[in-house]
């Protein structure tokens, strides 16, 4: 386990299944940031089964509280190559904490241990994270994680029927 002052992270097991699946179509806890068409919700059940959900090509982990031991939502990263090496891999994160959590700091705690993670399990140079140019809880989470704005990919995502501006963070080894 990943242990911050406030949170943890663990993997998935199967005792959260259930959450997770409940989880995967509610817009108001996934945020219309998230919501791009109606999704399987036993993806992570299938994942969990067949001993993905944590590899060097994909991976997800619950956040957890210390105080309450509660599940309070789940970060996720995969690979993004930019050449055709290996040393051209980079990975982009992601975050989900249910609302009633937001704002309380465990989403910066949350981000910055997965980024520590990464770096002390896989030889590479950069973690990068991308989100809506609106969403500027998330914006001000990545910052005080320690990421850098790289700058704004224009019309790049396609959501709820129109294009979205997003906003990439990056952090390197060693910043």
Not at 33 to 57: A, P
Not at 66 to 80: E, L, P
Not at 101 to 127: D, I, N, S, W
Not at 160 to 174: A, N, T
């Amino acid at each position: 386990m990943l242990h911050g002052k406030n949170v943890y992270l663990r993997p998935i097991r199967q005792d959260d299944l259930p959450k997770l699946a409940a989880w995967t179509n509610d817009i108001s806890i996934i945020t219309e940031y998230n919501f791009f068409h109606l999704r399987q919700e036993n993806e992570s059940e299938r994942r969990f089964l067949e001993g993905s959900l944590l590899s060097d090509q994909f991976g997800r982990l619950v956040v957890v509280t210390h105080k309450s031991s509660y599940v309070v939502g789940n970060v996720s990263y995969h690979q993004r190559r930019y050449g055709p090496n290996d040393g051209s891999i980079a990975y982009n994160i992601g975050i989900m904490l249910l609302p009633e959590h937001r704002g309380k700091g465990y989403g910066v705690e949350a981000q910055r241990l997965l980024v520590e993670y990464l770096f002390a399990t896989y030889p590479v140079m950069r973690v990068e994270a991308s989100t809506d140019i609106t969403n500027i809880p998330e914006q001000r989470a990545l910052e005080k994680a320690g990421f850098t704005r790289d700058g704004v990919l224009r019309k790049v995502q396609w959501r709820s029927g129109d294009w979205h501006d997003m906003v990439i963070y990056s952090k390197l080894r060693g910043e």
